[in-house]
């Protein structure tokens, strides 16, 4: 969408002052014929005096209507500066907020390629600001060629053959609200407390995929109170010898008391060693 809108408001200012001060100067000229169309015969008679007074009657007249049409054309083009004035200046605060979210080629606004969920919205809003600006601007155009009929607008001189162009389809809005403009700044998705893929504030990306990833169960075993879940009961202490710990003592490990061919849980081996047989 291109956002550059052509035209001075200025110069539409300049004309419209020009033409005020032609009105009042046409007025003015206007008042003088009326007063020789008044002469009083007393002071000038005779067919030159009859055909004075008819011509100043006419010249008082168009001197009003030209007057009247000068008023009303100066009125269109101070409105339609405004107008335009305000399209220009909306347009380029939409310039701005393209350019600061990678939304801005030259004049257009083009969507990105990859967009993010905050750059689609920028744009969607920014492309919905400058369509109403366009139908505004349209609209005033309008309103600016009825000021002067029978004469095309300057830019349509190339077009005065074509069908006219009907209103705009649907309502608009413009100027637009601050509600209607996007947020500036834009934020970082790559902050652990960024937006999330899903529109949501929290853990940003990896908090999306935190959430669609199904967490893997621990493999640790949970031992509480000293009793291992895969077991039924609590492992047995190992057997010691009858030294004890002191010097000299001869512990001996469980697992060695343990026959290769058994297959039998773990848990159920855990049982102190066999006596030896003398």
């Keep these: 969408m291109n956002t550059d809108v052509p035209g001075s408001p200025e110069s539409c200012h300049a004309a419209a002052d020009a033409l005020s001060l ?6 003015r000229a206007g008042r003088l014929a009326t007063g020789g169309a008044h002469t009083s015969e007393a002071d000038f008679d005779g ?4 055909a004075y007074r008819a011509a100043c009657a006419t ?4 001197a009003s209507a030209h007057a009247a049409t000068a008023r009303r054309s100066a009125g269109a083009l101070a409105s339609y500066g405004e107008d335009l004035a305000a399209v220009q200046r909306v347009m380029e605060r939409v310039r701005t907020s393209a350019g600061v979210h990678g939304l801005l080629q030259g004049t257009e606004l083009v969507p990105p390629t990859i967009p993010t969920p905050h750059q689609r919205d920028v744009f969607e809003r ?5 369509a109403d600006a366009r139908a505004h601007l349209e609209r005033a155009r309008d309103r600016l060629s009825a000021a002067f009929p029978g004469q095309p607008f300057p830019a349509d001189y190339g077009n005065v053959l074509l069908p006219p162009v009907g209103e ?8 637009p609200p601050e509600s209607a403009w996007p947020r500036e700044e834009q934020p970082d998705e790559s902050r652990p407390d960024g937006p999330r893929r899903d529109g949501r504030e929290g853990d940003g990306d990896c908090g999306a995929e935190r959430e669609d990833r199904p967490e893997a169960p621990d493999e640790r075993p949970d031992v509480t109170d000293g009793v291992d879940p895969q077991l ?17 003592s001869d512990d001996t490990d469980v697992m060695s008391y343990r026959d290769p061919d058994d297959t039998r849980p773990f848990g159920d081996v855990l049982r102190p060693a066999p006596e030896p047989v003398p």
């Design 59 to 62: 010249l008082a007249a168009d």
């Design 47 to 50: 067919r030159t005096a009859d």
């Design 22 to 27: 032609l009105a009042r100067h046409l007025e």
């Design 126 to 130: 920014l492309s919905a600001i400058v």
């Design 232 to 248: 039924d009961h609590a492992p047995e202490p190992e057997p010691r010898s009858p030294q004890g710990d002191g010097a000299g």
């Design 168 to 175: 705009p389809v649907g309502p608009f809005l413009f100027p």
